[in-house]
Structure formats: C-alpha cells, structure tokens
C-alpha cells in the first residue's frame, strides 16, 4: 500500500457517514473531510478501493462490482451501529454513492456529491473497449488542485480496463438514477479540468429526488475536497447531516 493511502474509520455517536473516494485515487484525497466529520461526533468510514493505493497494474485486474462491493460492505457496518447515514463521494465515489443510494433506499438519508462523474466527454473514451487489450494504460488524471503545494495521492497512469468498467458502472447507475430519492448536496466546481459540467446537469436531470441543492465551488479544481473550498464542504457536509437526519425522525 502507498503510505498516506490508508483506510480512515471512527466510531462516534449513532449518526454516520460513508466517504467514497474517486477513480485511480486513495482516501488521502477525502481524509481531511472525514477527520473533520469524525472530530464533530459522526461514525466515520472512508475505505481504500480494491485496486486502489497500490499499483496501477493492480487495479486493472480489478471491476467496478470489486469497488461497489467494498463501499457497500461499509454501508452495512455504518447501519449496523447508525440510526441514520449519509453517503459521500469524490468524482466516481460519487457514482458509487448514488448507486448505494439506488439500491438500498432507506438505508442512505442523504447524498453529499463532490463533483460526481457518471458522464464524460471525450470522445477517445469510445475507444476504450478495444484500445485496452492494446495499451495497458494512457496518462494520469490526477491532482487538478487550483491551491498552490497541494498534491492528491493517485497513480499517473490510468488503467484502461478499469476504465472500461467504470463505463459500465456509469451505465448502471444513470439507467437507475430515477430510483434516487433521498435529500442531494451537490458541490460543483466550475473550473472543473476532469469531469464536465453536463455530468451533474445529467444527474440532477433524472434523479427522483425533489430535496437537492448546488453549490458552486468557484475558487476550486476537481478535486474539491483538497482546494480551496474543502473547509465549505465539511461545514456544508455537517449541516446537511443534522438537518437531514432531523427530517427522517420528525413525526409524520
């Protein structure tokens, strides 16, 4: 494993919240935003993807049910020991949160999404499906940070099989994506260099949620959660909880 790409958990009281981090990453890039929920009381769990914080070469032997799986393993021990939990992710974490969410409905009270990716355009990305068996890997995405001296722990090459199926996760979870009902906080950066605008749009477009709120992130890059506007989305993060968790035990 890569030093700094550790798993975080925390055990606090009975509200929770599950961090996903993005595609080729490590919990390094969420890190500061979990200890920052789990120093404000919340049952915390931010675990390292199979594949992930390792090698590239390892992660293309692994599949997006391989991801999916691990996040919905720790979705099971939060609820074992929650009353309520909120999911959040980064990038693809974001579209392995709303797949927990299109799957397990009751069990997820809330989304936070940091621009969450389940759409891109590229055009080279239609290629992956053959160009894979040919090239292992193209070039790195990481570490689009605007704050100057910020670094984001990932691999500089991008696996081309695990490309091709987060593609097919990408798929799933945008066919299902009416299924999403729960209460959505969304930060978007419009500066954005990985993931487009019109992946948002797109999920806003087809979620069933009618509880959904943006926020623009405007004085940072992909990677939100390290820039300049990581402060905003903890404190964001934490007032959504509360209020979210408030909803879902006020009488009816």
Same mark, same amino acid.
């Given at each position: 494993?890569?030093?700094?790409?550790?798993?975080?958990? @925390?055990?606090?009281? #009975?509200?929770?919240?599950?961090?996903? @981090?993005?595609?080729?990453?490590?919990?390094?890039?969420?890190? %500061?935003?979990?200890?920052?929920?789990?120093?404000? %009381?919340?049952?915390?769990?931010?675990?390292?993807?199979?594949?992930?914080?390792? *090698?590239?070469?390892?992660?293309?032997?692994?599949?997006?049910? #391989?991801?999916?799986?691990?996040?919905?393993?720790?979705?099971?021990?939060?609820?074992?020991?929650?009353?309520?939990?909120?999911?959040?992710?980064?990038?693809? %974490?974001?579209?392995?949160?709303?797949?927990?969410? $299109?799957?397990?409905?009751? !069990?997820?009270?809330?989304?936070?999404?940091?621009?969450?990716?389940?759409?891109?355009?590229d055009r080279r990305l239609a290629l992956v499906p053959v160009l894979r068996f040919v090239v292992p890997s193209t070039p790195g995405i990481a570490s689009?940070?605007?704050?100057?001296?910020?670094? $984001?722990?990932?691999? #500089?090459?991008?696996?081309?099989?695990?490309?091709?199926?987060?593609?097919?996760?990408?798929?799933?979870?945008?066919? !299902?994506?009416?299924?999403?009902?729960?209460?959505?906080?969304?930060?978007?950066?419009?500066?954005?260099?990985?993931?487009?605008?019109?992946? *948002?749009?797109?999920?806003?477009? /087809?979620?069933?949620?009618? !509880?959904?709120?943006?926020?623009?992130?405007?004085?940072?890059?992909?990677?939100?959660?390290?820039?300049?506007?990581?402060? /905003?989305?903890?404190?964001?993060?934490?007032?959504?909880?509360?209020?979210?968790?408030?909803?879902?035990?006020?009488?009816?």
């Amino acid at each position: 494993m890569l030093p700094g790409a550790e798993p975080f958990s @925390h055990d606090g009281r #009975d509200v929770g919240v599950l961090l996903c @981090h993005g595609f080729t990453g490590c919990p390094q890039s969420l890190r %500061g935003w979990a200890e920052q929920l789990a120093a404000a %009381g919340c049952s915390v769990r931010l675990p390292l993807l199979p594949g992930h914080g390792t *090698t590239w070469q390892e992660m293309n032997r692994t599949r997006w049910t #391989d991801w999916y799986g691990c996040v919905e393993a720790a979705l099971a021990d939060l609820r074992s020991r929650c009353r309520s939990v909120v999911v959040g992710g980064l990038s693809m %974490g974001g579209a392995l949160a709303l797949r927990l969410a $299109e799957q397990h409905g009751d !069990d997820v009270a809330g989304l936070v999404l940091v621009n969450p990716a389940v759409k891109a355009e590229d055009r080279r990305l239609a290629l992956v499906p053959v160009l894979r068996f040919v090239v292992p890997s193209t070039p790195g995405i990481a570490s689009d940070i605007a704050r100057p001296g910020v670094t $984001e722990l990932a691999y #500089d090459r991008t696996p081309l099989h695990a490309t091709h199926s987060m593609l097919q996760l990408w798929r799933v979870v945008v066919a !299902d994506l009416p299924r999403v009902t729960q209460p959505v906080l969304i930060f978007r950066s419009p500066s954005d260099h990985v993931v487009p605008a019109s992946s *948002t749009a797109l999920v806003k477009e /087809r979620i069933g949620s009618t !509880d959904v709120t943006e926020v623009l992130c405007e004085d940072s890059h992909h990677v939100a959660t390290l820039d300049h506007d990581a402060e /905003r989305i903890v404190q964001g993060t934490l007032a959504f909880v509360e209020r979210v968790v408030a909803e879902q035990e006020a009488p009816r």
